[in-house]
């Protein structure tokens, strides 16, 4: 089985610094996917960054970078240059690697609050 | 660039009540899913099809029916509707096989009294 969680219920950053939403995940594949999904007060869930378990190099993505550790089973969420649009809740996701891969496992997300 | 389509986006039912909620995908994706979302946790899969024709069970299919008779549609039946149905319903689809990266729905608040 797999688990992610997310331990930050709650965070604020000053509009342009930076922020790092934490991720840990437990699983016994060893192949698998990591994911962060940005949901705003809108309801709609949109799609950030992947990283791969095999991936050597963190994942980037403009202004969001996963942050990969994989002896600690960490996948933080940087958010370079805060905007007030980034003012949203974050989820972690996981998933089995492989073709045959389909459930992704979410953790309970982070709301994330931008202050200008 | 409809992308994934959920309608409607609210409903109130009455205990009892059955309903479709609908879901259509525009891109020739194969995989399809439906999760729904309770305050204060994460998505949870509710069921999901890797064709036309194909379903399976995901964590939480109790209550919940579905069938795949084309690509595009994937639509999610209540059939007797409960209280502890009450949530937002996302309905998702894949397009990269080997990454697993879903795209969503605008999502469905469905409330049951």
């Known amino acids: 089985a797999q688990k992610i969680t997310q331990t930050q219920p709650g965070m604020f950053v000053q509009e342009k610094e930076a922020v790092t939403l934490d991720c840990t995940y437990d699983?016994?594949?060893?192949?698998?996917?990591l994911f962060w999904y940005k949901q705003p007060s809108s309801g709609e869930m949109i799609f950030l960054i992947y990283?791969?378990?095999?991936?050597?190099q963190n994942a980037t993505e403009g202004r969001y970078s996963l942050n990969f550790q994989k002896a600690r089973k960490s996948a933080n969420l940087v958010i370079s240059a805060s905007q007030l649009g980034d003012s949203a809740m974050y989820f972690c996701?996981?998933?089995?690697?492989?073709?045959?891969?389909?459930?992704?496992?979410f953790g309970k997300g982070t709301k994330l609050s931008v202050i200008p | 660039n409809a992308g994934v389509t959920q309608t409607p986006k609210f409903q109130v039912l009455k205990t009892g009540q059955s309903m479709t909620l609908q879901c259509a995908q525009d891109?020739?994706?194969?995989?399809m899913s439906w999760y729904r979302q309770d305050p204060g946790m994460g998505l949870r899969l509710i069921h999901y099809?890797?064709?036309?024709?194909?379903?399976d069970q995901g964590e939480v299919p109790n209550g919940y029916n579905v069938s795949r008779s084309t690509t595009e549609d994937f639509p999610l039946r209540l059939l007797s509707a409960a209280p502890s149905q009450t949530s937002v319903y996302f309905c998702?689809?894949?397009?990269?096989?080997?990454?697993?990266?879903?795209?969503f729905g605008a999502g469905t608040r469905l409330s049951v009294l």
């Open positions: 998702a689809s894949r397009l990269t096989l080997a990454k697993n990266i879903q795209y």
């Open positions: 699983t016994s594949d060893q192949s698998y996917g």
């Open positions: 990283q791969g378990s095999y991936d050597e």
């Open positions: 996701a996981m998933s089995p690697g492989g073709a045959g891969s389909y459930q992704l496992t």
């Open positions: 891109m020739n994706h194969e995989y």
């Open positions: 099809s890797v064709g036309a024709g194909i379903t």
